[in-house]
């Protein structure tokens, strides 16, 4: 951060007041403007085009409004040289964001991922084009320009060059380097005539038309692509060692002193150790007593690329690979602790800052153990995906979502009971993920919503099955040892049979062990239609008309919450299981085209060779019979 001497006490008495101006107009300390940098503005449109869905985004005439009201107020805060300089891609991109905030509601009401109207494309664009610009090297020497210009105009006094400094900044964040060290530069080099480069000691008497062209070649400079590597230390009893696609999960405590050249070998040990060799940086318990400042690392290859931004990046795609393990298997989301930066092997940027976690339980080992096992079973997929192409960023927004909605019910927040706040938050936060989804499929996101509805009463069912299992085996009654038979063989990690099999071969022991008398009836009806199709068929009848009935509350309560009109409390406790069923069931059909690089509308459109099966008048138990004899014959694994 650049002190105040820096820009005002070792000025000589003959220093022009235009060079203070110049160098005090790089300290972003003094406050800001609420004018948007035209980069901020341009992506935000940009955003909204490939985002934005629903009632409340294009077709709403105040958020074109609004949009219009931000543009103009960016553009008018130009510098006339860059103004000049990007005037052509600018008319452009102005004149096809017009066109579609005056196009005719059937455009405007389109959703993402089908927006097919040239406006659209237009836009999107104009708005690459006009970026593009503003990124070269030419547009961000003419910012520096219009930044000088303004020093020199003694006669302004609206703090004019405020939003000029904003957008420089943003250019050169944009351009993959880091803004706050190139103002410094500037500071250096335009103060004290120094190589922007060089240490911050020392004058040198070099001219002033010397330094601003020295400062114009600095800010033009564009990054250093090299092999990036970002090693991760995190706080978090997970001990595994598994490696897919570019992300490698290792227990700290074995690694750290293995990475010691007298150390057992193991891949990517050379980079480590040039990490810890200094003992600052991943420190581990050594003696009784001790606490390790990281339980276990994960070590991310960006390939070529700029240095900036690198650890974001690394961490986005361990949160993804946690993100979508804790959502579908629970757990406890460890703790980023430490992290090390390795440029073309050579160790740049660290963090030693230890900052230790607030977890749900003190020392929940078992919710560590949860969240291993869940990384172990979703994460190489998801990494190998990742290593592949980058996560479309309507997955990503809908994960972002998703996890959202969970964090108030996550384990990481078992000794906060939720709030009404936070049950109402899920509903909205739902219909959202299943919004993104829909425009990753390139489906309406009513098309998606009644596909998913399909998919409900059968969802119904197999939790109803589920449900009274557990009744059965609430222990007791004198039957403990063949409640644990029972209870092994259910959560065997490696099943000798299809849960549902297991249900229709025991059901009569299961029965046996049930002490919920007023439940016995529909346990009963619930393990029959396990094996009879007729029964079964009943169930889901009901679930269908359930469903439908939800769906139309849900809707209905979403736009209340949305919009501010009444709804209790209780109506929306009531229908937040099925919104969560919708976003859960859609994001994860979104992940699975996307690990098995197929088409997404025909996963959402497919359905379990169990459901197929069944609705062609097949009952669960014989399906999964034939599923296994087939297994006997073929050797193969038996799957849904």
């Not at 060799?277 to 420190?283: D, E, I």
């Not at 449900?467 to 039957?479: E, I, K, T, W, Y």
């Amino acid at each position: 951060m650049m002190i105040d001497y820096n820009v005002s006490d070792h000025w000589p008495a003959d220093t022009p007041d235009w060079l203070k101006s110049l160098v005090s107009s790089l300290d972003r300390r003094r406050g800001g403007s609420s004018v948007l940098p035209l980069t901020v503005i341009v992506r935000e449109v940009l955003e909204w085009l490939d985002l934005a869905s629903g009632v409340d985004a294009w077709k709403n005439s105040a958020n074109r409004m609004s949009l219009r009201y931000d543009l103009d107020e960016s553009v008018g805060a130009l510098g006339a040289l860059l103004r000049a300089h990007i005037a052509a891609p600018l008319a452009q991109f102005r004149g096809a964001f017009s066109r579609l905030v005056n196009s005719p509601s059937a455009v405007l009401k389109q959703p993402p991922g089908s927006r097919s109207d040239p406006v659209w494309t237009d836009l999107g664009t104009a708005g690459e084009v006009l970026l593009a610009a503003l990124d070269a090297d030419e547009g961000v020497r003419v910012s520096w320009d219009d930044l000088v210009a303004v020093a020199y105009d003694r006669a302004l006094e609206g703090r004019e060059y405020r939003p000029i400094a904003d957008l420089l900044f943003d250019q050169l964040r944009r351009r993959g380097l880091s803004a706050e060290w190139i103002f410094r530069g500037l500071v250096s080099v335009m103060a004290f005539g120094r190589d922007p480069d060089g240490p911050p000691i020392g004058q040198s008497d070099m001219p002033l038309e010397e330094r601003i062209a020295s400062a114009r070649t600095h800010v033009g400079t564009r990054a250093v692509a090299e092999p990036i590597v970002v090693w991760l230390g995190y706080q978090g009893r997970a001990f595994l060692h598994l490696t897919a696609g570019r992300v490698s999960f290792m227990d700290a405590h074995w690694a750290v002193p293995n990475a010691k050249p007298e150390g057992q070998d193991f891949e990517h040990k050379t980079e480590l150790w040039e990490l810890v060799q200094h003992g600052g940086l991943f420190k581990v318990a050594e003696l009784v007593g001790e606490e390790s400042d990281v339980d276990f690392l994960v070590r991310v290859d960006l390939g070529t690329t700029v240095a900036a931004d690198a650890v974001d990046r690394a961490v986005r795609t361990v949160d993804t690979i946690l993100d979508v393990s804790i959502h579908n298997a629970g757990g406890i989301r460890p703790h980023l602790a430490q992290w090390g930066l390795l440029r073309s092997g050579r160790a740049g940027s660290q963090n030693f800052m230890v900052s230790r976690r607030e977890g749900g339980f003190p020392s929940d080992h078992y919710g560590a153990d949860i969240t291993a096992k869940a990384i172990e079973e979703h994460g190489p997929r998801i990494a190998s995906a990742l290593a592949r192409a980058d996560l479309p960023r309507y997955l990503s927004a809908a994960i972002e979502v998703q996890v959202t909605a969970d964090y108030p019910f996550s384990r990481d927040m078992a000794m906060r009971k939720p709030s009404e706040a936070d049950i109402r938050s899920v509903i909205p936060l739902a219909d959202r993920v299943v919004q993104h989804v829909a425009a990753y499929a390139k489906l309406a996101p009513s098309d998606l919503f009644g596909l998913l509805g399909d998919r409900w009463p059968h969802a119904r069912w197999l939790t109803d099955v589920q449900r009274a299992v557990d009744m059965c085996l609430l222990g007791g009654g004198g039957q403990n040892d063949l409640v644990g038979e029972l209870t092994r063989e259910l959560f065997a990690s490696s099943p000798s049979r299809p849960w549902l099999l297991f249900v229709a071969d025991r059901s009569s022991d299961l029965l046996s062990l049930c002490r919920i008398e007023s439940e016995r009836a529909w346990i009963r009806r619930m393990f029959s239609s396990v094996s009879d199709h007729a029964a079964y068929s009943a169930l889901v009848e009901s679930y269908a008309a359930e469903g439908a009935v939800l769906e139309a509350r849900r809707s209905r309560v979403r736009n209340a919450l949305v919009h501010g009109n009444p709804v209790s409390f209780a109506i929306v406790e009531s229908v937040r299981d099925y919104a969560a069923f919708l976003s859960g069931s859609a994001l994860n059909l979104g992940l699975d085209s996307y690990i098995e690089g197929r088409a997404p509308a025909a996963v959402v459109t497919q359905r379990t060779g169990e459901l197929t099966a069944i609705r062609a008048g097949q009952d669960a138990a014989g399906y999964w019979r034939a599923r296994l004899a087939d297994q006997r014959t073929s050797g193969s694994a038996p799957t849904a």
